[in-house]
C-alpha cells in the first residue's frame, strides 16, 4: 500500500455564513483505507464532506486528493476526478426510475459498455435494486434508497466513497447489511472511504482509523481499536463506562 495518502485535508476552516461550523480541521485517508469520522449532531461532520466534494468552498486550509489540490473545486469536477459523495438522507431522484437513477451516477462517463457491467456489478451488490430497476426511486423503502444511493455513487467508478450517515433511520438489520457491502466494497474494489457516521460502534467495528469531532474540531484521532478501547470514547460515544485502554492523540 502507497505510504501517501489518497485524501490529505490540512487546517480546513468552513463556515455557513457568519458560522464557523468546522475549524482547523486536519485528516488523511491512506489508499485502500476505511476512516471514520465520529462526532454528536452539529459538530461539523457533514461539512467535512462537503467541503471535500465542493459544495461548500473551505476559508482556510488546502485539501489534496491523490497529491492534487482541490481545494475550493467545482463538484463536478471533484467527481471526474475520482470522489464520489452520498449524502446525508440518500437525495435520490424519486421520479426516475432506479436504473434511471444509477445511470445518472454515471454521466460522466463514456465507457457504455463498462458502464453497462458496473450496472449488473452494483445489482449483485443489492439484488433487490435488479428486482426493482423499473419502480419510481420514490417507491422505494428507506433501507432501499440507502442501497440506491451508495450503487449511484459507484457509477463513476470512484476511488474515494465519502459516505454521510449512511445508517441514518434505517433498521439495525438493514444497518448491518448495509455495513456488510461497505466493507466488500472496500476489500474486494480497493475503494477508499470516508465514513461519517453517528453509529459510533458499527462505525469503528468497519474503519481501520478514526477521527472524533467536537464544535468543529478534531479532538481525538488513532486506530479504531485504541479509540474503542479509550475512556472517553467508550463513555461518550459507545455508551460504555468503566476501564478502558489507552487513550488516544
Given at each position: 500500500m502507497s505510504t501517501q495518502?489518497?485524501?490529505?485535508?490540512?487546517?480546513?476552516?468552513?463556515?455557513?455564513?457568519?458560522?464557523?461550523?468546522?475549524?482547523?480541521?486536519?485528516?488523511d485517508v491512506m489508499p485502500g483505507q476505511i476512516v471514520a469520522v465520529l462526532g454528536a449532531n452539529g459538530a461539523g461532520k457533514t461539512t467535512i464532506l462537503k467541503t471535500i466534494s465542493g459544495v461548500i468552498a473551505p476559508r482556510m486550509g488546502t485539501i489534496e486528493f491523490e497529491g492534487r489540490r482541490i481545494t475550493a473545486m467545482e463538484p463536478d469536477r471533484v467527481v471526474r476526478l475520482g470522489i464520489s459523495h452520498v449524502p446525508e438522507g440518500r437525495e435520490v431522484f424519486p421520479l426516475l426510475s432506479v436504473r434511471d437513477n444509477?445511470?445518472?451516477?454515471?454521466?460522466?462517463?463514456?465507457?457504455?459498455?463498462?458502464?453497462?457491467?458496473?450496472?449488473?456489478?452494483?445489482?449483485?451488490?443489492?439484488?433487490?435494486?435488479?428486482?426493482?430497476?423499473?419502480?419510481?426511486?420514490?417507491?422505494?423503502?428507506?433501507?432501499?434508497?440507502?442501497?440506491?444511493?451508495?450503487s449511484r455513487a459507484l457509477m463513476s467508478r470512484p476511488r474515494l466513497?465519502?459516505?454521510?450517515?449512511?445508517?441514518?433511520?434505517?433498521?439495525?438489520?438493514?444497518?448491518?447489511?448495509?455495513?456488510?457491502?461497505?466493507?466488500?466494497?472496500?476489500?474486494e474494489d480497493g475503494v477508499a472511504i470516508l465514513l461519517v457516521e453517528q453509529n459510533a460502534r458499527m462505525a469503528l467495528e468497519t474503519a481501520q482509523y478514526a477521527y472524533v469531532l467536537e464544535v468543529g474540531r478534531v479532538v481525538m484521532h488513532d486506530t479504531s481499536a485504541a479509540l474503542a478501547a479509550s475512556p472517553k470514547v467508550r463513555e461518550s460515544y459507545l455508551g460504555l463506562h468503566g476501564q478502558g485502554g489507552h487513550g488516544a492523540r
Open positions: 495518502p489518497i485524501l490529505s485535508l490540512a487546517n480546513i476552516e468552513s463556515s455557513y455564513g457568519p458560522i464557523t461550523a468546522i475549524r482547523g480541521v486536519s485528516l444509477l445511470k445518472m451516477g454515471a454521466y460522466i462517463r463514456r465507457d457504455h459498455r463498462q458502464v453497462a457491467a458496473d450496472l449488473e456489478k452494483v445489482f449483485d451488490y443489492f439484488p433487490v435494486l435488479r428486482e426493482r430497476q423499473d419502480q419510481p426511486a420514490g417507491q422505494l423503502s428507506g433501507g432501499q434508497q440507502q442501497m440506491l444511493a451508495i466513497l465519502l459516505l454521510d450517515e449512511p445508517s441514518l433511520g434505517l433498521s439495525p438489520l438493514l444497518v448491518k447489511e448495509i455495513f456488510t457491502i461497505i466493507r466488500r466494497l472496500n476489500e
